[in-house]
Every structure is written in structure tokens, then in C-alpha cells.
């Protein structure tokens, strides 16, 4: 057995050998990589992947020298799941709820595929009103207050058209005796009636009355009766003739016809006016002169209803057909029965009626079969007046025609 301080000097001896060798001993080689199943390389992150790509060594030679990697030295890998961009899909396990920052070139391409809404994306905002829509967008729409080309009364479109003046606070407002109008260097007078529930967004139809010998507007209104009862909105129309006394021009360039083209042109600027139902009517030689204003304004008249006329016989006047309503007394020495009839007679050739009639409103007139446009004779037992139903009868009468 060894004596004690022998056995104690082996002992420092061996521990300073421990000692040293436990310092100096090179780090150890990574154990080789397990072989995965490829269900559990699937549960592999890509970047825990990554971390362990980067700290595996390159393997070595046969004299321990590092050589460069091969691809067919590369460990076997499972492709990872992408989606439709090729990006791959994250791990359910740990990052199903982490959202991915875009890198600089996917926020670019964000910005990029960020398109402004178009026009018609941005507004709702309903079509402007007709008297914006009407000057600024031609939608209809919806009422349109373009005008088109004037057709025949027997081609009238559906749709009736409004005036200019839809959408404008009318200059004056209910009855107006003295206006005044500049006609061919001359000033004119007429009547204006404008309905107490005129409404600037709506059409308004326009009847014109003209008066007979030494008569005026004023009177006509009253005795034409047009707005004794209560009916529709409408724009009533009474002018005077120059010289009462001498009644109505009634060929182009005498005056009258040009006074009812500024009448018609003035108010289809300032009003509502449905441009498709301008009417006119009148008494004696005012209805004559509505007979007449057919040879030369048909396609600015939707009807006409002479009381107590004559003609048309102005330039031996072949106008086409017009609804008309030829009202005329039996009795009458002033103009003759027979000419009421030839008027008559005018209008049934024009509008291609029958000889057959039937009983129509109102009472005692007769309605003519088979014509192309409304045909009505009202004989009344009277001499030259005005019968009590021709004012509401001729509105009634205007108003029904579509």
C-alpha cells in the first residue's frame, strides 16, 4: 500500500489532467440530423426550418476538411404547402392567428391595386332635377325637356314635352289683364290666366280664346266661358286684336299670326308648358281666325273648337288632320248656319270621318265615326252667341285628348 502523500501527489495529478482536458477539448460535432417521417417534417415551421439549416455543418472530408455542399448531399425535404401566390402556408398549430407584415415590394403592389371608385361607384345621388338635368344631363328621363321635331297631331308621341321655363318661378301669378307684348315694332295686349295651383315641375296645356269683332281679350274671357267652373291647371290666353274693330289678320306677315308665335314663345320661356297640347278656340271672328291659324301653325296645335265661325279659307287651306270641335246655333243671321257647316264639312274630309255619328258630350253635340282623330258638330238651337255648354264643353273637350 502506498504511503499517504504518495497517494495524495496522484491525486492533484489527476485532477489537473482533468481539469486541463476539460478546457481544452475542442466543441463536439452536432449530432446528425434524426431522419424525419414526412408527416412530422410537415409540422415543421418554415422557420424552424431555416434555423435549422443555418446551424447545421458542412460535412466533411476524409482528412476532416469541410467540403462544399452538394445537391445530392442536401438532407430530403416535404415540400411546403403555398397557396395560389406561392406563398407558403403557415403552420395551424402557431401561426394560424399571426398576420404576415408585407414586405416593401407587397406594400407597393397594395398601394398599386388600390383603385378609386369610378363615377358611378361614388354617387348615388339621384339624376338632377329636370331643370338641372334637363341643361346639364340629358338623363331621363326621365320628363326631358329636349325638343324633338313637331310631328302631325296623329303622330304625337306618348310622352309629352315640356317647355324651357319647367323648373322656373313663373313671373306673375294669377290673373293678369293688361299684359304687354312688342310685336313687329307694334305693342300688343292679351289676358293671362295662371291657374292659383301652378306648379313650376308640372306641364301645364295652354288654351288661347280668341275674341270676335269689337271685342277684347277681357271680354272674351268672360263671355268664352273657358274657366267658369273648376277644372285642371291651365294657362288661359285672351289677345286683343289690333283694332278691334277690324278683327283678326289672318295671313302671315299681317301681324296676328306672328303676335300668337311671341304669346306661344313667352310662355313656354316663363312656364311649365306641355309644347304637345297648345289649344285655341274663339267666337265669330275670332273662331275664323282659329280656323285659319290651322293653314299655317298645324303642327304648333294639339285641337281647335270654332263657336259661330267660318272657313278655314285662308290660301285654300289643305291642313292635314286636327281634332275639332265646330260649334254653331242653328238661328244664327250672322254667319250663316252653312258656313258653320262648311267648317264642318272641312274637318270631316281632313280627318277622314264617315257620314255616321253618334250622340257625344256635351249635349247636343255628335261625334263622327271612323275618323282619324276626334270629330265633334254641336248644332244648338240659338242665333250668334256663345251657348252656355261651349266653356267647359271646348275644356273638357281639349283636356280628354291625350
Not at 392567428?97 to 339621384?126: F, G, K, M, R, Y
Not at 299684359?179 to 315641375?201: E, G, I, W
Not at 281679350?217 to 285642371?232: I, V
Not at 271672328?285 to 265661325?309: S, Y
Request: aromatic letters at 8%; proline letters at 10%.
Amino acid at each position: 500500500m502506498l504511503p499517504k502523500n504518495v497517494m495524495y501527489l496522484v491525486f492533484l495529478v489527476f485532477f489537473a489532467f482533468a481539469s486541463w482536458r476539460c478546457g481544452d477539448l475542442p466543441p463536439e460535432e452536432p449530432l446528425p440530423k434524426e431522419s424525419t417521417t414526412p408527416s412530422e417534417q410537415s409540422q415543421e415551421t418554415p422557420a424552424q426550418e431555416i434555423a435549422q439549416t443555418d446551424t447545421e455543418s458542412p460535412p466533411a472530408d476524409s482528412n476532416g476538411e469541410p467540403q462544399p455542399a452538394d445537391s445530392n448531399n442536401e438532407p430530403t425535404t416535404e415540400p411546403l404547402s403555398t397557396d395560389s401566390n406561392n406563398e407558403p402556408i403557415a403552420d395551424s398549430a402557431h401561426e394560424s392567428n399571426t398576420e404576415q407584415p408585407l414586405e416593401p415590394s407587397d406594400q407597393n403592389d397594395a398601394s398599386e391595386t388600390t383603385t378609386e371608385p369610378t363615377l358611378h361607384e361614388s354617387s348615388t345621388e339621384s339624376p338632377l332635377h329636370p331643370e338641372e338635368a334637363t341643361h346639364q344631363d340629358a338623363r331621363p328621363p326621365e320628363v326631358t325637356n329636349e325638343f324633338t321635331p313637331e310631328k302631325t297631331p296623329e303622330a304625337l308621341p306618348e310622352t309629352h314635352i315640356g317647355s324651357s321655363g319647367c323648373g322656373k318661378n313663373p313671373p306673375v301669378t294669377g290673373l293678369q289683364e293688361n299684359m304687354t307684348l312688342t310685336v313687329m315694332n307694334k305693342q300688343r295686349n292679351y289676358v293671362l290666366s295662371v291657374p292659383a295651383n301652378y306648379n313650376k315641375n308640372t306641364l301645364h296645356p295652354v288654351i288661347f280664346g280668341f275674341p270676335g269683332l269689337n271685342a277684347t281679350g277681357k271680354q272674351a274671357r268672360s263671355y268664352l266661358g273657358l274657366e267658369k267652373t273648376p277644372g285642371p291647371a291651365v294657362l288661359y290666353v285672351y289677345p286683343t286684336a289690333q283694332v278691334v274693330s277690324s278683327g283678326w289678320q289672318m295671313q302671315v306677315g299681317g301681324g296676328d299670326i306672328e303676335f300668337f308665335d311671341e304669346i306661344l314663345k313667352k310662355l313656354e320661356t316663363e312656364f311649365c308648358v306641355d309644347t304637345k297640347r297648345i289649344f285655341s278656340t274663339g267666337f265669330s271672328h275670332g273662331a275664323m281666325f282659329t280656323n285659319n291659324l290651322t293653314c299655317v301653325r298645324i303642327q304648333k296645335l294639339r285641337a281647335v273648337a270654332p263657336i259661330g265661325g267660318s272657313g278655314p279659307w285662308y290660301n285654300n287651306c289643305k291642313n292635314g288632320p286636327l281634332p275639332a270641335m265646330v260649334i254653331h246655333g242653328t238661328t244664327d243671321t250672322v254667319v250663316k248656319l252653312t258656313d258653320g257647316e262648311k267648317t264642318r264639312d272641312h274637318w270631316k274630309t281632313q280627318n277622314a270621318c264617315t257620314n255616321t255619328s253618334q250622340s257625344a258630350p256635351p249635349s247636343p253635340c255628335v261625334a263622327y265615326r271612323s275618323c282619324t282623330q276626334p270629330t265633334l258638330w254641336c248644332a244648338f238651337q240659338g242665333g250668334h252667341q256663345v251657348p252656355s255648354f261651349a266653356g267647359t264643353g271646348i275644356r273638357d273637350f281639349f283636356l280628354g285628348l291625350p
